[in-house]
């Protein structure tokens, strides 16, 4: 379900953060998001994903208070916070620089939003002890930020974006700072906690994968819409249009001509004359321009592991890449010179050499006829 559509997926009455047809412009003619309609129950860990310019940050920063909507509404548990501004809206952050106070002590980083909302002392203690703990930092109250690594500084500013108990945590590109295995790991820790605590999250990143491994559900943006919104493994399986398919993991694409549509099947006639059978998702007429969409892992050139079934075309093998536990082969399939697949590291792989002529093949229900844009 894409676009203005995704409202009716769920009824306001149930939601707990709903955009309604919002708009968001800087200058007062480009549009930075176009209409808007998305809705999120209580306890859901949403992302939004797309490339720098997408929309998605705006969003969040609307839904946080620091931007204001040119057009539409945005509610919280039922009612617009629109007018609200952020320090009363309840919504805990996390960044991607942190925004740890240097001059206090980690203790007093997370102490202060609780006591902008005038705790007691004895209350606060009990609140920051907890918080700690729940980031595995109970030891670390009375240390600076600066005494701290960069996956510390995330922790505690988890911690504190926790401390004073919000229903809703927003999270911009919180692992951005971080190695690629800590930011692995740190993927795990953000979704365990949310799920152990019920929390709602929302999640900003440009990352893919990072989005596919942490989200209930993820909205895929581009040029100010949501061009697609599904769990990730229908995102990654059925994407419904070419920039979805080509944005979320790898992708092979080979465009072609609508030759032939009969119910759930059509016929592709590719660049060199060479016809496949593939899904019609995004065409609706013979003629019609196509680029299909196939995923390296679902495309086989060991001709005794072909499911019946399966349709098989001419490849030049250009590429064979030993990666460990994958072997990578890039191919020329009628035209693209960048067609992949890969194969798992096994025994009986076959190992390919450059400029073989072979026959690949999938099975068709793997292979989606989309936009040609």
Same mark, same amino acid.
């Given at each position: 379900m894409t676009g203005s559509h995704?409202?009716? =997926?769920q009824s306001n009455s149930d939601a707990f953060v709903a955009f309604e047809r919002v708009q968001k412009s800087y200058d007062g003619e480009t549009l930075v998001v176009k209409d808007l309609n998305l809705t999120m129950p209580k306890g859901e860990f949403l992302t939004m994903l797309g490339p720098s310019g997408s929309g998605k940050t705006t969003c969040l920063m609307m839904l946080a208070g620091f931007e204001t909507a040119t057009h539409g509404e945005i509610k919280l548990d039922g009612v617009s &916070?629109? $007018? &609200?501004?952020?320090?009363?809206?309840?919504?805990g952050m996390v960044f991607q620089n942190y925004a740890l106070f240097p001059h206090m002590t980690i203790y007093e980083n997370l102490s202060f939003p609780l006591e902008v909302r005038k705790m007691g002392k004895a209350d606060r203690e009990q609140k920051v002890k907890r918080a700690l703990d729940?980031? =595995?930092?109970?030891a670390f109250g009375g240390r600076r930020p600066a005494q701290l690594s960069g996956g510390q500084q995330q922790r505690i500013a988890l911690a504190r974006a926790l401390v004073f108990e919000p229903e809703l945590v927003l999270m911009d590109e919180p692992l951005g700072a971080l190695d690629k295995q800590l930011r692995e790991k740190m993927q795990f820790e953000i979704t365990d906690l949310a799920h152990r605590l019920g929390i709602t999250v929302v999640y900003v990143t440009h990352d893919q994968t990072e989005a596919l491994t942490m989200s209930d559900r993820v909205a895929v943006f581009d040029d100010g819409r949501i061009q697609q919104l599904d769990p990730p493994d229908t995102l990654? =399986?059925?994407?419904? $249009?070419?920039?979805?398919?080509?944005f979320i993991g790898e992708n092979n694409t080979l465009e072609g001509t609508i030759t032939q549509i009969t119910g759930e099947t059509c016929l592709v006639k590719l660049a060199d004359g060479q016809e496949i059978d593939a899904v019609p998702i995004n065409v609706h007429n013979v003629g019609d321009r196509t680029r299909v969409s196939i995923r390296p892992e679902r495309v086989e050139f060991n001709k005794d592991r072909l499911q019946e079934g399966a349709h098989t075309v001419k490849a030049e093998v250009l590429e064979f890449i030993y990666m460990g536990d994958i072997f990578r082969t890039r191919l020329r399939v009628a035209g693209n010179d960048e067609f992949v697949i890969k194969t798992r590291n096994a025994p009986d792989q076959v190992r390919l050499e450059p400029g073989s002529q &072979? =026959? &690949?093949?999938?099975?068709?229900e793997d292979c989606r006829a989309l936009d040609a844009s």
């Open positions: 995704l409202l009716a =997926e &916070i629109n $007018n &609200i501004p952020p320090h009363k809206r309840g919504i729940m980031v =595995e930092m109970g990654y =399986e059925k994407p419904q $249009n070419s920039f979805v398919a080509q &072979i =026959e &690949i093949g999938w099975l068709p």
